[in-house]
């Protein structure tokens, strides 16, 4: 069985802290699903307490669900970390990052964050206490009162379809490449210009790298009006010092 979750926010800082991080929620209390579910408050109490006592580690972060039974070992891997998981008023509040982002698959997920393709949350679970509706009346099928907690997902289609993320902070992760082409593009510069900057911003975090290596080093896109008018500034300097 999967619920339904609420993606609140994704979140991408300057340097390497905080890229990749974004928080929701696994679960909302007292929305029927599409399976016609309903989940209760203290669903989840017994779970976590169990997970962290025998673990000391929240459930995996899957893509998907893993594939279900249909997936393969490597569908089976985590893409990421969740580092917080607690029951609120709402739901399961979950926050995690994924991580690896330097290889294909991690770096499409984060893309689709950032972008609200990719934009819910589910969770895979077993029933532990179980009251079941009233046939013929609105009540729901299902209210899960309590369940053991296997995984917690991203997904494109969650139970709900309106459980989808609701704001991103800032951008995603550019390589060198895509970085000079942000700065062309966005903040006005001539290519000579743009490598300038490139090789500066670069100077300490790669000096002892190879090409490849540098081109590899993830760099963070905060396109808001304050970094455009940081560029513009930029910009100036770096033409007024030719």
């Known amino acids: 069985t999967r619920m339904v979750s609420q993606l609140r926010e994704v979140r991408s800082l300057a340097g390497t802290d905080g890229v990749g991080t974004f928080e929701g929620y696994g679960s909302v209390f007292g929305v029927v699903d599409s399976y016609g579910d309903v989940v209760a408050k203290g669903a989840f109490k017994k779970t976590l307490k169990q ?7 929240f459930p995996p972060m899957l893509l998907q669900h893993g594939g279900g039974f249909a997936g393969g070992a490597e569908d089976q891997v985590p893409i990421g970390v969740w580092d917080e998981m607690r029951e609120d008023d709402t739901g399961l509040y979950v926050k995690g990052r994924i991580i690896a982002l330097d290889t294909d698959i991690a770096k499409r997920v984060y893309a689709g964050l950032v972008e609200n393709v990719l934009n819910g949350l589910s969770i895979g679970f077993m029933t532990r206490d179980v009251a079941y509706g009233k046939a013929g009346t609105d009540e729901p099928a299902r209210t899960l009162k309590s369940v053991d907690l296997w995984e917690v997902s991203l997904v494109t289609y969650p139970a709900n379809d309106d459980a989808r993320v609701t704001s991103v902070k800032s951008g995603a992760l550019m390589d060198v490449r895509d970085f000079e082409q942000f700065l062309i593009r966005e903040g006005g510069f001539s290519r000579t210009d743009a490598k300038v900057v490139i090789a500066k911003g670069f100077r300490c975090a790669a000096r002892d790298a190879d090409t490849a290596e540098r ?19 930029l910009r100036a300097d770096i033409q007024g010092a030719k």
């Open 51 to 57: 997970w962290k006592a025998d673990r000391g580690q």
């Open 215 to 233: 081109d590899a080093l993830p760099v963070p896109m905060i396109t808001d009006d304050e970094v455009l008018s940081s560029l513009a500034a």
